[in-house]
């Protein structure tokens, strides 16, 4: 038996939750039907038999078997690819993670709570920690914000800040292990709030790359403002925009709530 273990937990949908532990030298397919291994409802756009994992050696992979319904990994097409710990599988509509962890502690993982896993998935992304939140959607966003003495600064430019700056998308620098990250999840998890990112970058350069995502053109239409930062819109458009669009040469991951909201799940 290997030493590690390989499981996917489900991060949204009505299998939210559900983890699946592929053993060493046993592939399992998984998809919409009871011809896969690993059967998931609730999600029409899942084949029958989606994908195949495979645990062997120490090495995990997956590859895709009905290519046509869209198999991603980290945010980019996949076919057949090596599956590492922390990676983001999505099938469907649905967001599964990848965990490479020690048998006894599958089960112990299997109960941790949706916000203790929200913070453990932030806590070990790489680089520093910033959320994008989204001063229109509840006062108690302000409040916070204003509560906290943490670096913060409005993706709005001048007259834009002082005209809709209660109303505007903020950057703040966060500890992983500080206050407000924990209030963050605490209070606003499944309410849209905002999205995190991690960078190594100095905050101007992380604020520029931001910035450069407000504004989209539209056939016809021009220069449109795009709300990004909305968990749902991010999710919803990363697998279909180039990396480079949205991550720059700054940001190394973007994280946000699943459709449900009662997970985060990492785009890189």
């Known amino acids: ?117 929200a913070l453990d998935v932030l806590r070990a992304a790489p680089g520093r920690l910033f959320a994008v939140l989204d001063a229109a959607r509840e006062d108690r966003v302000r409040e916070l914000m204003r509560s906290n003495s943490y670096r913060r600064s409005c993706l709005y430019d001048g007259w834009g800040e002082a005209v809709f700056g209660e109303a505007a998308p903020w950057l703040v620098q966060l500890w992983k292990t500080g206050r407000f990250v924990e209030q963050l999840i605490d209070e606003g998890m499944g309410r849209a709030w905002g999205v995190f990112l991690t960078s190594r970058a100095p905050f101007n350069e992380v604020r520029r790359q931001c910035r450069r995502l407000l504004q989209v ?17 991010l999710t919803s458009v990363y697998p279909h925009m180039q990396r480079s669009q949205l991550h720059g040469t700054v940001i190394e991951s973007w994280i946000a709530e699943t459709p449900k909201g009662d997970a985060l799940v990492t785009l890189s």
Request: with cysteine; net charge neutral.
């Open 1 to 117: 038996m290997s030493a590690r273990t390989l499981v996917l937990t489900v991060l949204n949908g009505p299998e939210t939750g559900r983890t699946m532990v592929i053993a060493e030298g046993a592939p399992r397919r998984i998809g919409a039907s009871a011809a896969a291994d690993e059967a998931l409802a609730g999600d029409a756009n899942i084949a029958p038999v989606h994908i195949a994992v495979r645990w062997e050696d120490g090495v995990a992979r997956v590859r895709a078997l009905q290519s046509a319904f869209g198999t991603w990994l980290n945010g980019s097409a996949a076919s057949d690819a090596p599956l590492g710990d922390g990676d983001t599988l999505c099938i469907g509509a649905t967001w599964l993670r990848a965990h490479i962890v020690a048998p006894v502690a599958v089960e112990a993982r299997r109960h941790a709570t949706p916000k203790e896993a």
């Open 217 to 233: 053109n539209v056939e016809g239409q021009g220069k449109m403002l795009f709300r990004w930062y909305d968990p749902g819109v």
